[in-house]
């Protein structure tokens, strides 16, 4: 469920009418809900709160400062995946030890930053990172708490861009070489093994690839005791899928019972990195409609939101819900049409054709569930500004990110001397 329903016939978000929104920050923008951002915290709490867990909200789903500290200060820890990341959640007021850093490639600058940072868990995925960690951290005097992310070679049965637990996958340690993995760990300097460390794709919608992933790293928990490692973190990652169109993910509570019965005897921590779970339904981007064109074979809907502001649809041909910010009357007639941006390329759509009521320039158009990887995946193609974020709060509502302006952006850019000169 999510706080962004027809009341009086126009959308709500929460109690603030999203057109007043529209009308005062200009189109396009992200929405953020708080209400459902904290809701889907406490669902998930609830739904692992048999196990003595850590919640590492994944910051790369939407990584706002106000969305981590609305979430931070619901109790959230955060999972992060860069040093910018880092810097992000530290800000937004998680504390260090709250921290994991995972990734698959950190550089020895975001290593050292992590180690002087001081956070709970760095997430170690190759043989020759162990080695480098253990040589930034024997030079700084720090030892690096980590786990070893494992590849349990699992399908996650989700979009091949987003599946990460497959032995072709670039991620984590495969699984034959874990073992060495480990001893070489408890060798080097500088490193304090405490965990193991799994996660197999994003959304993923039926309970089986986790309990199969999740079965296979208890099994590896036992035998690593067994060789005298101290295995105390279990990190199984994020993952879990949402509702974008149809589709009936497992409910956090199906999914928590799930974790609890495969890895709750182990004794340890349980540390999940969910992203899109928390902030996917928390967030809509609201574009407005420049022109409807009636083209030979089809109907389009040209809106001023764009491929650059929201990829999902083109990256991954991902299905958002289309809906009018004014609510249709009920038996109002659909015709179909296809909702693209004013990008000169024809992936520059958002979704298939759909049926949709009666629409004007001028309309409002509100794409749901666009909170998670919407934002965050924003470039500025076509020299288009990145959107403003709002995030609403009861009848209350902050822009939480400003528009970038292109002067902003050319603010970076410089000439050089050479082209300085006048032309000869
Ligand atoms: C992307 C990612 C997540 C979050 O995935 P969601 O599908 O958004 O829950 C968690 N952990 C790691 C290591 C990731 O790369």
Same mark, same amino acid.
């Given at each position: 469920?999510? $706080?962004?329903?027809?009341? +009086?016939?126009?959308?709500?978000? @929460?109690?603030?009418?999203?057109?007043?929104?529209?009308?005062? &920050?200009?189109?396009?923008?992200?929405?953020?809900?708080?209400?459902?951002?904290?809701?889907?915290?406490?669902?998930?709490?609830?739904?692992?709160?048999?196990?003595?867990?850590?919640?590492?909200?994944?910051?790369?789903? +939407?990584?706002?400062? !106000?969305?981590?500290?609305?979430?931070?200060?619901?109790?959230? #820890?955060?999972?992060?995946?860069?040093?910018?990341?880092?810097?992000?959640?530290?800000?937004?007021? *998680?504390?260090?030890?709250?921290? &994991?850093?995972?990734?698959?490639?950190?550089?020895?600058?975001?290593?050292?930053?992590?180690?002087?940072?001081?956070?709970?868990?760095?997430?170690?995925?190759?043989? =020759?990172?162990?080695?480098?960690?253990?040589?930034?951290?024997?030079?700084?005097?720090?030892?690096?708490?980590?786990?070893?992310?494992?590849?349990?070679?699992?399908?996650?049965?989700? $979009? @091949?861009?987003?599946?990460?637990?497959?032995?072709?996958?670039?991620?984590?340690?495969?699984?034959?070489?874990?073992?060495?993995?480990?001893?070489? !760990?408890?060798?080097? =300097?500088?490193?304090? &093994?405490?965990?193991?460390?799994?996660?197999?794709?994003?959304?993923?919608?039926?309970?089986?690839?986790?309990?199969?992933?999740?079965?296979?790293?208890?099994?590896?928990?036992?035998?690593?005791?067994?060789?005298?490692?101290?295995?105390?973190?279990?990190?199984?990652?994020?993952?879990?899928?949402?509702?974008? @169109?149809?589709?009936?993910?497992?409910?956090?509570?199906?999914?928590?019972?799930?974790?609890?019965?495969?890895?709750?005897?182990?004794?340890?921590?349980?540390?999940?990195?969910?992203?899109?779970?928390?902030?996917?339904?928390?967030?809509?981007?609201?574009?407005?409609?420049?022109?409807?064109?009636?083209?030979?074979?089809?109907?389009?809907?040209?809106?001023?939101?764009?491929?650059?502001?929201?990829?999902?649809?083109?990256?991954?041909?991902? $299905?958002?819900?289309?809906?009018?910010?004014?609510? =249709?009357?009920?038996?109002?007639?659909?015709?179909?049409?296809?909702?693209?941006?004013?990008?000169?390329?024809?992936?520059?759509?958002?979704?298939? =054709?759909?049926?949709?009521?009666?629409?004007?320039?001028?309309?409002?158009?509100?794409?749901?569930? #666009?909170? #998670?990887?919407? #934002?965050?995946?924003?470039?500025?193609?076509?020299?288009?500004?990145?959107?403003?974020? *709002?995030?609403?709060?009861?009848?209350?509502?902050?822009?939480?990110?400003?528009?970038?302006?292109?002067?902003?952006?050319?603010? $970076?850019?410089?000439?050089?001397?050479?082209?300085?000169?006048?032309?000869?």
């Amino acid at each position: 469920m999510d $706080h962004f329903q027809y009341k +009086n016939g126009e959308l709500y978000a @929460e109690e603030v009418p999203v057109r007043r929104i529209a009308d005062d &920050v200009g189109t396009p923008f992200y929405c953020y809900s708080t209400a459902t951002l904290e809701r889907h915290y406490q669902v998930f709490a609830d739904a692992v709160s048999g196990l003595d867990a850590t919640i590492c909200y994944a910051v790369k789903a +939407n990584s706002n400062l !106000a969305v981590i500290t609305t979430l931070a200060r619901q109790g959230a #820890a955060a999972d992060v995946v860069s040093g910018g990341e880092m810097k992000r959640a530290l800000v937004a007021g *998680v504390a260090p030890g709250k921290i &994991v850093f995972s990734g698959v490639g950190k550089t020895e600058d975001e290593m050292a930053a992590a180690l002087r940072a001081g956070v709970l868990q760095i997430n170690v995925e190759s043989l =020759p990172e162990l080695e480098q960690l253990s040589r930034i951290a024997s030079s700084l005097g720090i030892d690096a708490n980590i786990a070893i992310r494992v590849n349990p070679d699992v399908d996650a049965l989700t $979009h @091949e861009k987003i599946a990460t637990g497959k032995s072709q996958n670039k991620f984590g340690i495969a699984w034959d070489a874990v073992p060495g993995a480990y001893a070489l !760990a408890a060798e080097l =300097p500088g490193l304090n &093994v405490t965990g193991v460390a799994v996660h197999i794709g994003s959304q993923i919608l039926t309970l089986e690839p986790f309990r199969q992933a999740y079965g296979k790293v208890a099994e590896l928990v036992q035998s690593l005791r067994a060789q005298g490692h101290d295995i105390a973190h279990l990190d199984l990652g994020g993952g879990l899928g949402i509702p974008y @169109e149809d589709e009936t993910p497992p409910t956090p509570k199906e999914y928590g019972d799930m974790v609890t019965s495969v890895v709750g005897g182990l004794g340890c921590r349980v540390f999940f990195e969910p992203g899109r779970l928390i902030a996917g339904n928390a967030g809509i981007f609201v574009t407005r409609v420049l022109i409807v064109k009636e083209a030979t074979a089809r109907t389009f809907a040209i809106v001023d939101g764009a491929m650059n502001d929201l990829v999902r649809p083109t990256l991954y041909n991902a $299905h958002h819900a289309i809906v009018t910010v004014k609510e =249709p009357s009920k038996g109002a007639a659909r015709t179909e049409m296809e909702v693209v941006g004013p990008i000169c390329e024809t992936g520059d759509t958002f979704g298939v =054709p759909r049926m949709l009521p009666e629409i004007s320039p001028g309309d409002l158009l509100c794409i749901r569930t #666009a909170g #998670a990887y919407g #934002a965050v995946m924003a470039s500025t193609y076509n020299a288009r500004p990145l959107v403003p974020e *709002v995030m609403v709060r009861g009848n209350d509502y902050a822009v939480v990110r400003e528009r970038i302006s292109v002067d902003d952006m050319m603010a $970076h850019e410089v000439i050089p001397g050479w082209l300085k000169k006048a032309a000869e």
